[in-house]
């Protein structure tokens, strides 16, 4: 009774450590930078519980490290939104029930190689969770890199994967390490899956460890300790020089394949931030004080440098549908803001890149609402308003987009009903040419995803010009990750981004992921910035060519791992292979 509480309670210790160093390593509300530093190692707690647990109970424990990670890394949604915390809790918690259980079929089905089969499975988790509707790259274990520069360089050849399965192999590694060492891989394994041979076998490799390292009298013999701790890692040799190889190439990639843009010509911009959440509110008075306070803020921006071409407002930082309070004119108050920022913009001589609640249908009753980008240029199509539109295409679940209404009305209805704004889909990735720039503008969550700014490469943008707004957390650590994410966009297509937020972090990133120049957080501001204006004819990196090939090779892997587990397992019980 006493080894089964004492057991457990080792469990225990390797899940709720797991989870912390999961969140630790990312930006949070402990660090709002995260420790990288942890993530090289913050899942040997999960490989070791998954070694130590049986299959009966391994999916409860992948259940509750699902929701406590996630507890901590996204703890900034709860002053936002409890129930989709909570949603997002039970959702990574059902997503790693299912992880923890494959892995650990990869750990029986192949007892001397499972730990690097389970690796695999990760990884292809780590793909996985990103694609579909409910997709979300938070989480993404690359992403907490995202300060180490040199790194950071290898998302031009094939996006994230490769970095997240380089670190996280060291964690598979040390986990088979230490298991090897200690023989307590199979201490709780007897009775999940019977496959004599090949178990006996690892079992005896594993306690040969632990028992070279006790004497006659039962005590621990530090020499022999240590002689069997390199002889597991000797074991596991091959292996880590074959990582070694590829971090070596990866830091030796990052050294010299940064590039100089100094040469080419520029366009100056400036992003302005006015720290206000603008879906606070459903009062046209708070709307047309925020107008003004963006309007105040860029005569302040282009009043110290005339050079400026292009203004960037954030997120649906004009609430109004500026077309349709224009001509249609419903409401006079509203009509008055959307009147005064034309006429504001109109006598600029610079472009102006606006967050609007647009619809397409103003004459029909229940139009499409989209969550919009309008492009304005004085004297051309501001007054009357004529902007050139790019409409968001990767909707949030659950917040912006629903796509069930007639599968599940209940939830659709409540959806309705709650702090939430539905939007509808666009179709088309924009490409805008004005102010000397071919750019993209990927609306907050869109640019959490390498899919989007590959596409936008594609249809020709040379620059992503982000507006976003995390104002709603007030967060600086979900300010940071989704930062995180903004500047890998740049490395995979090595084209420059503006972000321009409601709150935080406002900034400039050049291709080479370099933050040129950040907005402190939570102030009214803004920045300028020289942003490099890369050609149509530049030749597109590995990244814009393969995409995601990566993360899908390993979701393959991961699947006929699984499948080869499966059919060797039916052959040694049917056969007696011992394979």
Known sequence: MKKKIRSFLINILLLISGAFLFALSNPGFIFPEGISFFAWFAYVPVFVLIYRTSLKIVWLYGFVYGVISYMLYVSWLVTFSPAGSLAIEIQYGLMLLAVFTCMKLCMMFFPKKGWIASFVIFCAYEYLKTVGFAGFSYGVTAYTQWKNLVLMQCAELAGVWPLSALVVFPSAWFSSVILGFTGSA???????????????????????????????????????????????????????????CFFSAAVLYGCFSRKNYSELPSVKVAAIQHNTDPWLSNDSDDYALDVNNLI??????????????????????????????????????????????????????????????????????????????????????????????????????????????????????ALLAGDTHLWSRGEEYTVFREAGLAFSTPVCFEDTFGETGRKMFNAGARALVNLSNDAWSKSLSCQNQHLAMARFRCIENRIPAVRSTASGQTCIIDPNGIIRVMAPPFEKTYVIGDIPVIPDDAPPTLYCRIGDLIGVAFALAAFCVLAAGIILYVLRRKFNFGL
């Open 186 to 244: 199979v201490s709780e394994n007897s009775g999940s899956v019977k496959i004599e041979n090949a178990a006996t076998e690892r079992a005896e490799n594993e306690n040969a460890g632990r028992d070279a390292a006790v004497d006659g009298s039962g005590r621990v013999n530090d020499d022999r300790c240590v002689k069997s701790f390199l002889r597991s890692v000797r074991s596991h040799g091959i292996s880590a020089c074959v990582w070694f």
């Open 296 to 413: 105040d803020l860029s005569k302040k921006a282009l009043s110290q440098d005339a050079g400026i071409k292009l203004v960037v407002w954030p997120e649906t930082s004009v609430i109004p549908p500026v077309i349709k309070h224009y001509k249609l004119r419903p409401d006079r108050s509203r009509f008055n803001i959307v009147k005064n920022f034309l006429e504001f913009v109109e006598g600029q001589n610079s472009v102006f890149v606006v967050g609007n609640d647009h619809q397409d249908d103003i004459y029909e009753d229940d139009p499409d609402d989209y969550n919009s980008v309008l492009v304005f240029v004085p004297r051309k199509n501001t007054l009357p308003p004529n902007p050139e539109i790019y409409r968001k295409i990767r909707l949030v679940p659950f917040t912006e987009n629903f796509p069930w209404p007639k599968q599940f009305p209940r939830l659709y209805e």
